[in-house]
């Protein structure tokens, strides 16, 4: 997705230190495919068969991603270790560089397109994170709805500046649009650690079936639905052979909310995939709007069934 800093990058005195930790010589590195910023996703191994995974990113190359990976290192810190979750190893600057190390986790990315089987191993894998981290165990965490709750007004955005392109099927309905986003944003309330960007990209799965959660940069308190339904939001299902209509109103039906819950989040997201189509393009993400117009397009058919 993006260009990613390898270990081919790192200075002398950061590949010292991370060898250090590692125990021994690095005679491996894989680059992990996957994500948007140019921070190093990195595992490192040994010849022993021992392997780290490493975050590491200077301010000239993405300020953003710095200010990120501290956040990051800040919640993995205090994640119970009964989650699903790789555990923090070290987090330190060498030079102008920020790093955070954590345990490898084993396995891959979720195939793409999803399939049922992987779908149902990281749902499972959200409901034994709710387990282990409710209450939420990272004090000071700010809200879903402080945290994703401005990006969830993209049709508020879209009412003062609509789009010349803007398709009639939204404008027709774009009042009952945003009120339904606003009452999607309150129901992400609540007590549970989140993970607040579930996507593939942010999943390892073994082929037996276990689930590594990574990237927690954008940690937050929020609801026990908030992150399957941001996952099931990002699943393409043109055909419906992965149900995510129907796991939608599973999930709601388990925690005993009303599937319209459901709807008015979808509709949130959707309406910020919409206003973000427009942004402009940053060069330091080169492939964040492919992704955004993408996921509009996936997410539209989904929001539109729902509402019917």
């Known amino acids: 997705m993006t260009h990613r800093l390898t270990w081919d990058d790192f200075p002398i005195p950061l590949r010292g230190r991370l060898e250090s930790l590692l125990g021994e010589p690095v005679t491996r590195t894989h680059s992990c495919r996957g994500g948007f910023s140019p921070s190093s996703a990195e595992i490192l191994s040994g010849a022993s068969g021992r392997s780290l995974f490493v975050k590491a990113v200077r301010d000239q190359d993405n300020p953003g991603s710095m200010e990120l990976n501290r956040r990051e290192a ?4 205090l994640i119970p270790s009964s989650a699903p979750v790789p555990p923090l190893v070290d987090a330190f600057e060498v030079e102008d560089w920020y790093v955070l190390v954590t345990g490898a986790a084993p396995g891959g990315l979720p195939t793409e397109p999803w399939t049922s089987e992987h779908l149902d191993h990281v749902l499972a894998a959200l409901n034994d994170l709710q387990a282990a ?9 700010r809200s879903v709805p402080e945290t994703l709750g401005p990006d969830l007004l993209g049709f508020d955005r879209v009412a003062e500046n ?3 392109d803007l398709d009639p099927w939204f404008a027709e309905r774009l009042e009952d649009l945003r009120a339904a986003a606003r009452r999607g944003i309150d129901h992400l309330d609540g007590d549970t650690l989140c993970h607040s960007d579930v996507r593939s990209d942010n999943l390892v799965l073994t082929p037996q079936g276990a689930v590594s959660i990574v990237d927690w940069a954008h940690a937050s308190r929020g609801s026990r639905t908030s992150d399957a339904l941001q996952l099931l939001s990002s699943v393409e299902d043109a055909d419906g052979t992965l149900r995510v209509n129907d796991r939608i109103d599973a999930l709601l039906d388990a925690h005993g909310l009303p599937r319209a819950v459901g709807t008015d989040v979808l509709s949130g997201i959707l309406g910020f995939f919409v206003d973000a189509a427009r942004w402009p393009h940053n060069p330091h993400l080169p492939f964040l709007q492919a992704h ?6 996936s997410l539209f058919p989904l929001v539109r069934e729902r509402w019917a």
Not at 292 to 297: I, V
């Open 74 to 77: 800040t919640a993995l810190a």
């Open 292 to 297: 955004r117009l993408r996921s509009r397009d």
């Open 162 to 164: 609509p789009p010349g």
């Open 133 to 141: 981290a409710t209450p939420c165990p990272v004090p000071g965490l």
